[in-house]
Every structure is written in structure tokens, then in C-alpha cells.
């Protein structure tokens, strides 16, 4: 599976529609303080099912609708599309491209949207799960979140390294055996 292309408009700082195309290969983003770079990865992580305010270093949603500067007015609307590469047919169904989009009005309307067609969040969630592309999981580490698991406490961060290794969820199933 492969990240395709990213349509971001009216999500924080980009007011104006920006279409990101990924090529092969690893992407790097470059640029100065201030201008966006972070403000990607939570478009992608919005997309996807991301549920806290506080995760998109806002208050409440609605912070993530464009807000204006100086010289352009706050916009109603904020709106994500990704497209992913499916020929290998990673994520289990049958398509081969799947594009999900999320919509978030001022007035607190959503919209979550799977190949064009409208779906609840949970759709976008059981799409991801066990995908290791989840909205909790360790394939989008955030600034600051380094630091956090290397001062983490060494029982903490070995939890860490057993969910990346995928052993977290086989050794939940033996706790719950042990105990029954
Ligand atoms: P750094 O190199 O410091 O990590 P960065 O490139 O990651 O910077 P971001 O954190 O992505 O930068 O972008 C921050 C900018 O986004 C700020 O200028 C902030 O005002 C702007 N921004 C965030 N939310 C909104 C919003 N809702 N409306 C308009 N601008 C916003
Ligand atoms: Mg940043």
C-alpha cells in the first residue's frame, strides 16, 4: 500500500487547496519554523479518524478550520483528501485505490467519506485496524513524542516497542488466557 495524494483545504494553515503528490520513495518536507510542515502530518492523521482536539494542538475541532491571517479572511470549511495505493490489497477490500475524505463545517457538520461515498467514522476506523496505520498507532510520531519515549520508564517504553513489533496484541490474548 502507498500514500498517493493529499488534498488539503481550509485545514489550519492552508486556506488555499494544496494537492501534495507522493513519488517512490521516501518524501521529505522541508521549511522554515512556522510554515506548515507539521500541520501535513495532522491532515493526515485528521483523515484518518483522528478524534482529539488536543492531538492537533487545538481546543476544540473547529480549530483545525482555516482561521485567517492578516490578509485573508477565516474560512467555514476544512476539508482532507487522501488517496492510497491498494494493489496489494493491504488494507482488506477489494478496492485498489481507495480515497477517504473528512469535511468539518464551522456549524459542527462532519462528513466522512470512502470512495465518494458517505460512511460513518467507524468505517474509516475498522479500515485501518490492525493495519498498523491506525490513529493510535506508532507509524506517525510526532514532534516531541522522541523525547517522550526515550525519558519514558523502561517498562513504558518496552510497551512501546511491543506494539510496534505487533507482540502487544498476542500478549493481551495470554494476560486475559492467565487470568481466566
Ligand atoms: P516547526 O518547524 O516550528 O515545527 P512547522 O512547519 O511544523 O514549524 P506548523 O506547526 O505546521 O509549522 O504550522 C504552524 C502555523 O500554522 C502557525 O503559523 C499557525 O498560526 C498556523 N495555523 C495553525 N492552525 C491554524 C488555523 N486554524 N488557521 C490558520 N493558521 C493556522
Ligand atoms: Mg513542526
Redesign the pocket.
Known sequence: MKLKTLEISG?????QKTKIDFMPGITG?V????????????AIRWVMGEQSAKGL??DKMA???????ADRK??NR?QVIITFDNSDHYLQTDYTEIQIARTLYRTGESKYQINGTTVRLRDIQELFMDSGLGRESFSIIS?GRVEQIFSAKPADRRAVIEEVAGVYKYKQNKDKATAE
Open positions: 485545514f489550519k494553515s492552508f486556506a518536507v521549511g522554515p519554523n512556522g510554515s506548515g510542515k507539521s500541520n501535513i502530518i495532522e494542538r487545538g480549530d483545525v478550520i482555516f482561521g485567517g491571517t477565516p474560512l476544512a514532534q
